[in-house]
C-alpha cells in the first residue's frame, strides 16, 4: 500500500524555536507538497517541490522553508516558531502528472506553537 | 491568484436525504478533482473531472464538470453515517499545482 508518512502526529513547541517537519513517500513519486489547514480557510500550499533540490513557493511561503534533499523526502522548517503558525501540516504526494492522478497526502502533523 | 468557491461551507442533513456542494472558478479550469477527509483524519483522493460536461457517478455519489469547466458538483443521493466528513475540490489550471476550495463539512443527523 502506497504511503506518506509524516514523523510526528502531534508536536508542541515554543516561540521562537526551529522547528522541523519530515515527510517521506514510498511511491517514487516526483512531486511533493506541504500545506496548512485551519478551520474555515481549507487547504493552503506552503512549498512544493518538483525533483529533488527544486523548490517553489506556493500561496503562504511566510515564515517557512523546505528542504528536498532527496527524492522520497521534503521537510517543512519554521525557522523562528510563531503562535499563528499554530496548525495542522500535510503533506502531500504525486506522480509527475499527479494533477490528472490525485495526490496522497499523509496523516498530518498538528503543531502548537505556546 | 487563482481561487476556487466552494459551497455550503456546512450541511446537516437527516439520514436518508440527498447532499450537494458546489465549487466554482471565475477562470477556466484544466480539470478538478473531490477530495473526502473524515474526521480525525487527512483528504482522500475521490475523483477527477477533465472533459466539459462530464458526469462520473461512484455508487452513490455524482460528480458533475460544467460545459465551461468554471464549476463542479458533487451530490450524494440517501446519504448514510459513513458520509460524514468534509468534500473537498481541488481546480487545476495550466500548471500541475492544485488550488483547494474551502470544503463542505457533512453532518448525519441519525
Known amino acids: 500500500d502506497v504511503k506518506v508518512t509524516q514523523s510526528s502526529r502531534y508536536l508542541v513547541k515554543r516561540t521562537g524555536e526551529k522547528v522541523f517537519l519530515e515527510c517521506v513517500q514510498d511511491?517514487?513519486?516526483?512531486?511533493m507538497f506541504w500545506y496548512r489547514q485551519d478551520p474555515g480557510l481549507g487547504l493552503r500550499l506552503i512549498y512544493f517541490?518538483?525533483?529533488?533540490?527544486?523548490?517553489e513557493k506556493g500561496d503562504i511561503p511566510e515564515g517557512y522553508s523546505v528542504s528536498r534533499e532527496k527524492k522520497e523526502r521534503f521537510s517543512l522548517i519554521l525557522e523562528s516558531a510563531s503562535t499563528n503558525q499554530t496548525s495542522m501540516y500535510l503533506c502531500a504526494s504525486s506522480s509527475r502528472t499527479g494533477a490528472f492522478y490525485g495526490y496522497t497526502f499523509g496523516s498530518g502533523t498538528r503543531l502548537t506553537v505556546v | 491568484g487563482q481561487q476556487v468557491m466552494q459551497i455550503p461551507q456546512y450541511q446537516h442533513v437527516q439520514e436518508g436525504e440527498d447532499f450537494t456542494t458546489y465549487c466554482n472558478s471565475s477562470?477556466?479550469?484544466?480539470?478538478i478533482q473531490w477530495y473526502k477527509q473524515r474526521p480525525g483524519g487527512h483528504p482522500v483522493f475521490l475523483i477527477q473531472l477533465v472533459k466539459s460536461g462530464e458526469v462520473k457517478k461512484q455508487k452513490r455519489l455524482t460528480f458533475q464538470f460544467g460545459e465551461a469547466k468554471k464549476n463542479s458538483s458533487l451530490h450524494i443521493t440517501a446519504t448514510q453515517t459513513t458520509d460524514v466528513g468534509t468534500y473537498f475540490c481541488a481546480g487545476v489550471w495550466l500548471n500541475e499545482k492544485l488550488t483547494f476550495g474551502t470544503g463542505t463539512r457533512l453532518t448525519i443527523i441519525p
Open positions: 477562470t477556466t479550469l484544466s480539470n
Open positions: 517541490s518538483y525533483d529533488v533540490k527544486m523548490k
Open positions: 511511491m517514487d513519486h516526483e512531486n
